[in-house]
Structures are given as C-alpha cells and as structure tokens.
C-alpha cells in the first residue's frame, strides 16, 4: 500500500507539508473566511477554487469558473503527477498542487472545490470536503451506490453547504423548454417517460490493452482509493469515456443515464421509485472492460412508468437518428394521453394524438435561462441559496441509478421506500446498497 493511503490526512500532512509546497508561489488572495462569514465570499472579494482531479472534465469546469474576474484558483490537486502538472502550470502564481485532496481541503483560502475524479471517489471527496467547510461543484455521476447517496445529502444538509452536480445539460435552453410544455398538461396526463443512449462499439469495444504496471508518478493505490484494488490498466485512465468500461468504475447507466433522466424528473417532478429492475448483459463486445453492452432498467412510481434504454451494440436513434451513420445518439420521450414529446439536448418535439392538441398552445417561457451551470454555483456561493442541481435535487436521481445497478448486479427486483429511504423486503439488496470501503478508507456511517 502506497504512504499516501495508509496515513491519516493530518499525519500526511506533518510529512508532506514541506515538499507538498516547495517552489510554489504565495497566492495574491486573502481569504474570503477573513472578509465574510465563513465559507460565504464577501460581495467583493473573489470566490477561491480549488480543483480535485485535473483530468479532462475537471480541467473544463475549472476553466468555466476561472474566467470569470471574481474568480480565483488556489489549488489543484491530482494523484498523477503528469496531469497536476499541467493543471498546476495553467494557473501557475496562484494555485498550490496538492498529490492528496485531504491536505488540500485544510487550505484556508478556497471557498468551494470542483470534485472531478473517477466516480468511485465522489461520495467520499463530497463529503469530506463538506466537513471541512468548502461548498462543492460535484461531477456527475454523484456516487455510484444507494447508500453514498443518501450519504452525501446528508452531510451537506449538515454542514449547510452549497453544491451543484455536473449535469450540464440541465443548464440548456431546450430542457427548460420542454419542463414548461410539460408541465403545461398540452400532452395530457403523462404515464411513461423512456430514455436511451445508443452507439456502436461492437465488437472490439475499447480495445484488450493488457493490464500493465502504472506509469511513473501516477499513485495507483491512491487512484483506486476506496474501492477494491486491481491491476493498472491504461484504458482506465485514457481520456474520454473509457471508464465506462469497467463495472467498478462507473460503466455507461451511472455515466450518462443522470443527462437523460434529469429531464423527467425534471419535468414530472418525480419522487424515489417504489419498484426497480434492471437487465441486461455483455453480448457482443470483447474487450478488456466488464461492463455490460446492453441495459434496460424500468422505474416504477405511484402514477408513471419510466425506463432506460442503453446499448453500445447498436446506434439506431428511433426518431432522434438524425443523419446516417454510426455515431452516438440520445434522446427522452414523453407519452401523453393526447400527444408525445420527444426530446435531444438541443431541440425538441411534438406528435399529437389525433387532433387532440388542435387547440393548444405553447406556453411562454417561464424558466429563467441558465447563467452558466458553473456560474450558477458561483453566484450561490454568494448568496447561500441552492443551485437548480444540488444535491437535494439530484441525489432522487442518482438513487434511482443506484437501484437500478443494484437490479442489474442481482438479477432481481427491488422494492424502496420513498418514506424511509430504505430498500425493503430484501436483506442483501440493503446490505449490498452499502460499498465496502478498502482499508484504511472508512464509510462515513454517521450520515446513514
């Protein structure tokens, strides 16, 4: 086991703190903790940021906060060297690296961080940095298990801070759009909502990459963290959707399904399901990954159905195809008693049913534009009130998609209750709606 997990994040920080900092300039920023109430900026001292995983998307949403004038980067944090020196290097004078987020979360002079890691280690970053008094902008998948979900709210209703899940999709026009006609009753009571994501990765998938060992400066046994530890494989780590790959490591339902059914419950504001099953398999592709290529999940509700559709077998897009070819393709439909509402991104519409929408009318915008998902959290910082995807939004989502990989795993249905929060009738499914933290990392208990 690496140094970094085996010691306590104030032990690591007495034996790092000289190196971790060595050849790092003093940034130019008083905390805002000494200006205002602590972890809310003053209205005029800039807002610190502080990145946990500099890989891609990370990089992209601290570059959306950062271009902003009240904005500050003051740290950046990444097991792998190579990508923390790059970070570090975009924001150089300003931002201090950091190879362990604990260290990083006892900086007095950041505000709020953007958690953009593997999913595997959402909960726990989530929710540390929560105790330690930062706000957070979480990537998308939240967690990958119930029980991290429910967690993670909780602990930041505890310490009262503010977050936003990376679902950026939620902040396009088109979405708003379609929650108003929705919500207008012109389809009618509405009793299923489908949504799909398809490709065609069939049949050499990602590719057989051998398991090798980690390139140099990157700490594997860090990277794996929490969850069980298995041999470096480079795909794990490529950028892009390679991940999805792996089961452990958020696979495709957990990574794409919060951009899809964002929108019905968006729309439909739906609660927890009362009834989840989810099948499907690995039928054609052969590649070093162990995720399945195909997936159908349903969700039950006390008055609508809705269902996942996924295959990276197959790329047909129903009547979201658009032009020809193999490519990826997505999409929500809505069925109403008069008419149904299909939906991308970007546009959406309308099929009636008969003439049964003859008269009706579309309704005037009434949802605000976005200022920008990340500015979103930002201007929220300031003013203490919830974002439009916090936690408390969207941890109903990221439950559904945690019962949904729970049916998946055990073959089964499984049977919540909204009320209790809890799966019921069926011992293993609760127990196993829980993760088993690897030594030395401990499930945060105390938020269940």
Not at 300 to 310: A, F, I, K
């Amino acid at each position: 086991m690496s140094k970094s997990s085996k010691l306590s994040r104030r032990d690591f920080m007495a034996t790092t703190a000289i190196a971790g900092t060595v050849g790092v300039g003093t940034p130019m920023f008083v905390s805002s903790s000494a200006l205002a109430s602590p972890g809310k900026p003053g209205a005029n001292d800039r807002i610190q940021i502080g990145l946990i995983g500099c890989g891609g998307m990370g990089r992209v949403n601290l570059g959306n906060c950062a271009q902003h004038p009240d904005v500050a980067v003051t740290g950046v944090c990444d097991v792998w060297k190579e990508r923390l020196d790059q970070a570090a290097a975009a924001y150089k004078g300003s931002a201090k690296p950091y190879t362990d987020y604990r260290e990083m979360l006892d900086q007095d002079d950041i505000d709020g961080v953007i958690i953009a890691t593997p999913p595997h280690w959402h909960a726990m970053q989530a929710i540390h940095a929560v105790e330690a008094g930062k706000d957070i902008y979480l990537q998308k998948p939240m967690s990958l298990h119930v029980a991290e979900s429910l967690a993670v709210k909780r602990a930041v209703e505890r310490h009262n801070r503010i977050s936003q899940i990376g679902t950026q999709i939620h902040a396009r026009a088109n979405y708003r759009r379609v929650v108003e006609l929705i919500r207008s009753g012109n389809l009618g009571k509405v009793s299923v909502a489908r949504t799909f994501l398809v490709m065609n990765q069939g049949p050499a998938g990602i590719g057989n990459d051998p398991n090798t060992g980690p390139p140099k400066g990157l700490d594997w046994d860090f990277w794996v963290g929490p969850y069980p530890m298995r041999p470096f494989n480079p795909l794990l780590v490529k950028s892009g959707h390679y991940r999805c790959s792996f089961m452990d490591f958020g696979n495709w339902t957990p990574g794409m399904a919060p951009h899809l059914i964002d929108l019905p419950y968006w729309a439909l504001e739906l609660d927890f399901p009362t009834i989840t099953y989810c099948s499907g398999g690995r039928y054609i592709v052969d590649d070093a990954g162990d995720a399945p290529d195909v997936q159908e999940a349903v969700w039950q509700y006390p008055d609508v159905t809705m269902t996942w559709m996924m295959s990276i077998v197959n790329s047909y897009g129903f009547d979201l195809q658009g032009e020809a070819g193999i490519k990826g393709r997505r999409g929500i439909y809505f069925h109403g008693v008069n008419g149904t509402l299909y939906s991308g991104y970007d546009d959406h519409n309308v099929v009636p049913e008969g003439d049964r929408m003859k008269d009706a009318k579309t309704p005037e915008p009434s949802i605000p534009p976005s200022p920008g998902h990340e500015r979103e959290w930002l201007d929220c910082m300031r003013t203490r009130k919830q974002p439009s995807c916090s936690v408390f939004y969207h941890y109903k989502i990221d439950v559904a998609i945690g019962l949904a990989t729970l049916s998946y795993k055990l073959g089964r249905s499984i049977r919540f209750d909204p009320a209790t929060r809890k799966i019921v009738g069926d011992d293993e499914a609760a127990r196993l709606a829980k993760p088993e933290y690897r030594h030395p990392w401990k499930f945060p208990e105390q938020y269940l």
